[in-house]
């Protein structure tokens, strides 16, 4: 799938993409999903499109492609050999050119199944596309259609992240390419395409006459559609927006539906889940792939900027090359953003997030389903707290699966110890435990944890891709902050954890001491607001804000600068550690959790959590700024260090015999859960992410009130000080005023 933030429009589905996840399988005699095609005369350009069908993850398919009467003898013969491929491609033969909107009719005529995807001959779709609007569509059963965001290729390239959610824009223009699934009972409902639309845009007038019969849909926003770009777009079909019919077709749209222009466009309310849904626990279909190796789930839950996150991709990249897995991803929280889904996808396209596709009580079948469906050999959770809260239900369905979890951090402030401490009360329910250090598993095993199930496997870096030789030398980020003495990063989420708040201060005492140096801030989150005020408001000018980066940003970022500095409230032992000591950058840390067993006076700094502790990080970093060579000695013991014992060879060779333990496991015999228990528990647990949305919504309309509540106080307060009068009163409100780090 593109990454939105730097596309390539080369990287198509079907072309220069390694296979990291076969899709094969037995046909189903019952296909759940029909496929239809108009074809005429596109030639060899349609087999990209076959291939992009071919390697759906979704295998139960029939693909009808209508030939609306080719006259080229070179785009008949490729329709004869597009026959033989595969026995769930039917071609059938309109008796005369009748136009794309006539040749869809056609097909979905002699559809098989209750869901029709509509794909044009010289359009690509993602591997799993089909099976996420199939789950979209079962998942909202209100949903007339739904499609994906679509990328423009060829002769114009772009990003499309716009669809059904426009709604009344559709009265202007159209909004969506035909690419589409929609239930075969619109079709009927509605009598199918305006067979008499010729020059283009028959889909625009068969979207808004659903529209003008109360039937609507949504989007899923994920870049599933690849959308063709010719340069001859306009030339062929008249009716487009650079065409000379556009305006006029507009208005006869216009004049056709005059109830969506002069009452109402129909909308598509959200479904939100009741106090108490049941979750629905059949699985509305089978879809059995077939594999040749092994295969692993990991349910995780987002794919933002991060420790865990980074380390995920680390344990795929590793288990993908060391012993060939093929490795399935699904995300849990309801509320993620997924700033990192392109770098998951990069790796394996069995990405899901659940979050943009399902209702939120669909999320344990849906679970259920792709064990079942990937034949997985184990499921490994890492810092999902839904992923823990379903096992109960998850095992009474797939009692001989090991499920397995790895954990990086306790966090004291939330749920009494964070991830390691559901980790201890769902024990019974898991197989083996990985934690990332000695002091977190010991932790563990002192509030109650299996010590026979619990081990550790440090996270470990690529000390390969991890060197200042391979990396760019710095490029942009070298240029930043001119001829300064030293550079400083702070890499990770702008989030409590981490204490911006910490690093703003010191950011301050250090520009108070006159140092002269820059600190670059890589990361995003929400304490960004926050941290970017105190900033502004004290007039610190040695701090770089530079957002969020991706994976080799970070490498060309540590390899223009010296230092990290990362003065953390708690960690396991942070990744970005481990990648800066191999990178010879020291690090400047916080002493907690597992550090002191990667990072000693040798190698860095380490700064325990104490009333003092912001003069001992300015200290460390004016020590390390005027001493230059024992920063270098320090940074080649680091790396040194890393390249001795902590290799990524070490990681998928730990983890691919911890899960070869975990199947033979004698766990896996022992009495497991009753789907009765198990889908009652599911029930618990989805009534819990109920009312945790539910307390984030409150909490962010709390918020807007108290911010407005905060302007207008503000506004008083000037008043009254324009007047001269106030006084006290004034000074007190001011005071009450201030927010944060400032209060």
């Known amino acids: 799938m593109i990454n939105a933030s730097s596309p390539d429009y080369s990287d198509v589905p079907n072309l220069n993409r390694t296979r990291a996840f076969r899709y094969s399988g037995e046909a189903d005699e019952n296909p759940r999903v029909s496929i239809v095609t108009p074809y005429h005369n596109t030639g060899a350009i349609f087999l990209e499109t076959v291939e992009s069908v071919l390697q759906q993850s979704l295998r139960c398919w029939e693909w009808i492609v209508v030939d609306d009467a080719s006259t080229e003898v070179e785009a008949v013969r490729i329709l004869s050999q597009v026959a033989s491929l595969d026995r769930r491609i039917r071609i059938v033969h309109m008796p005369r050119n009748g136009g794309p909107g006539a040749a869809r009719n056609y097909g979905i005529g002699q559809a098989k199944s209750d869901y029709v995807f509509q794909l044009d001959s010289d359009d690509l779709i993602e591997p799993v596309a089909l099976e996420i609007l199939l789950w979209y569509l079962v998942s909202h059963p209100n949903c007339a259609f739904v499609k994906g965001f679509e990328v423009g290729f060829g002769a114009q390239n772009y990003l499309w992240p716009r669809g059904f959610d426009d709604g009344s824009k559709f009265l202007d223009e159209n909004c969506v390419q035909t690419n589409a699934m929609v239930r075969r009972s619109v079709f009927q409902a509605v009598g199918g395409y305006d067979e008499t639309i010729r020059g283009g845009c028959e889909d625009w ?31 062929k079909w008249a009716n487009f927006d650079a065409g000379p019919n556009y305006r006029r077709f507009r208005d006869g749209l216009h004049q056709k539906f005059p109830r969506l222009t002069k009452v109402s466009f129909p909308r598509l309310p959200e479904i939100w889940h009741c106090p108490r849904e049941i979750p629905p626990v059949e699985l509305p279909l089978t879809n059995r792939l077939s594999k040749a190796s092994r295969r692993l789930l990991i349910i995780v839950p987002h794919l933002e900027l991060g420790g865990s996150d980074k380390f995920n991709l680390d344990l795929i990249r590793s288990l993908q090359s060391a012993y060939s897995y093929e490795v399935t991803v699904a995300t849990t929280l309801a509320s993620a953003k997924h700033s990192w889904m392109s770098e998951f996808y990069a790796l394996t396209p069995d990405v899901f997030p659940l979050n943009t596709f399902l209702r939120v009580p669909d999320y344990p079948r849906f ?47 939330w749920k009494s110890g964070g991830y390691p401490r559901m980790s201890v009360d769902y024990v019974t329910d898991l197989t083996a435990t990985v934690a990332s250090s ?103 000018r040695n701090v770089v804000m530079l957002g969020a980066l991706a994976n080799s940003e970070v490498r060309e970022l540590f390899a223009s600068v010296e230092l990290l500095l990362v003065p953390s409230k708690n960690e396991g032992i942070a990744l970005v550690l481990y990648e800066a000591m191999s990178m010879e950058v020291v690090p400047i840390m916080a002493d907690v959790g597992g550090q002191s067993e990667l990072l000693n006076a040798e190698t860095g700094y380490l700064i325990p959590v104490c009333e003092g502790e912001l003069t001992q990080y300015v200290e460390a970093v004016l020590d390390a700024t005027a001493n230059p060579e024992k920063r270098r000695r320090m940074a080649c013991r680091g790396r040194e260090q890393m390249v001795r014992s902590y290799g990524i060879e070490v990681l998928p060779k730990q983890m691919h015999e911890l899960i070869s333990r975990a199947t033979e496991s004698e766990a896996l015999v022992r009495p497991g859960v009753s789907r009765k228990v198990g889908d009652t528990i599911a029930l618990e647990a989805i009534e819990q992410v109920r009312l945790e949305i539910l307390a984030e919504w409150l909490w962010t309309q709390r918020s807007e009130f108290l911010n407005v509540v905060k302007e207008k106080a503000v506004a008083a307060t000037e008043r009254v000080e324009r007047l001269g009068v106030g006084g006290r009163w004034t000074q007190t409100i001011r005071r009450k005023l201030r927010l944060g780090w400032r209060a």
């Open 205 to 235: 007038e068969f979207w808004l006459r659903c529209a003008d019969h109360g039937l609507w849909g949504r989007t899923v926003p994920l870049y599933l559609h690849w959308y063709r770009r010719r340069v001859d777009h306009s030339i």
């Open 367 to 413: 679970l259920s389903y792709l064990i079942e469906s990937r034949s997985c050999d184990a499921v490994l959770i890492t810092h999902s707290a839904l992923g823990y809260q379903l096992l109960p239900f998850l095992r009474s369905r797939h009692p001989s699966i090991p499920f397995i979890d790895y954990v990086h951090i306790e966090e004291l402030s």
């Open 438 to 540: 000695r002091h977190l598993r010991d932790w563990m095993i002192a509030r109650g944890h299996d010590e026979t199930k619990c081990s550790v496997a440090y996270t470990c870096v690529d000390t390969k891709y991890w060197s200042r030789t391979s990396a760019v030398g710095g490029g942009r980020f070298s240029r930043i902050g001119g001829a300064t003495a030293c550079r400083v990063a702070f890499v990770g989420r702008l989030h409590e954890q981490k204490r911006p708040e910490l690093l703003a201060k010191i950011a301050l005492e250090l520009q108070r001491r006159e140092w002269n140096g820059t600190i670059l801030v890589a990361g995003s989150g929400p304490e960004e607001e926050m941290f970017r005020k105190f900033i502004a408001e004290e007039r610190i």
